[in-house]
């Protein structure tokens, strides 16, 4: 089975869930739409026009990122949905990090910021870059989506899948987009 569950997270409570079948792909747009949709309904009016949504990169497809950026198709001003998800990591991304990097070089300037636990407090030996700028013509993507990529000690555990930045520098990087301002 591949189940897709939805929680909210400032009660822990699951809003939503569908058992689907084990060939079920995690990324059918229709199927993570529905769900949302499913979850959203299960919340009082009033807090349906605000809303973050966050999933990981397994479940994010552009129709869906359009579909939560739209609010769901409401046009009044009053909704505004935001997206957090996995961005999947490729050359391209490895390309933004080392131009980040050569920029620290050449500049002395520290241009990895640190990142922030949920709470606010600075996460030790992690550190955050936006890259959007970098990536080239995102212009397909929802207004305001944005790409950061995200650099933490090397964990044994992904170690083996590690390329050779990661290697040299005993980092993990992985990348998420965003349409928070």
């Not at 079948?21 to 199927?31: E, L, Y």
């Not at 961005?87 to 990097?101: G, K, P």
């Not at 030790?124 to 870059?129: G, I």
Request: glycine letters at 10%; hydrophobic letters at 40%; a neutral charge.
């Amino acid at each position: 089975m591949r189940p897709l569950l939805v929680y909210c997270d400032n009660s822990g409570e699951m809003l939503a869930q569908e058992l689907r079948p084990g060939d079920a792909g995690c990324t059918d747009t229709a199927d993570n739409i529905d769900i949302f949709r499913q979850a959203v309904e299960q919340l009082p009016g009033p807090h349906r026009r605000k809303i973050l949504f966050r999933t990981d990169g397994a479940g994010f497809s552009h129709g869906l990122l359009e579909w939560i950026a739209s609010a769901g198709g409401r046009r009044h001003p009053s909704f505004t949905w935001e997206y957090s998800t996995g961005w999947t990591f490729t050359q391209r991304e490895m390309d933004a990090v080392l131009a980040v990097d050569a920029l620290e070089k050449r500049t002395g300037r520290a241009v990895w910021q640190a990142a922030l636990q949920a709470d606010g407090t600075v996460r030790e030996k992690a550190f955050a870059v936006e890259v959007t700028g970098l990536l080239g013509d995102l212009g397909t993507w929802p207004k305001g989506h944005r790409v950061f990529v995200r650099r933490e000690p090397l964990h044994p555990r992904y170690a083996k899948d590690a390329n050779a930045y990661e290697r040299e520098h005993g980092v993990r990087l992985t990348a998420f987009a965003t349409n928070t301002p």
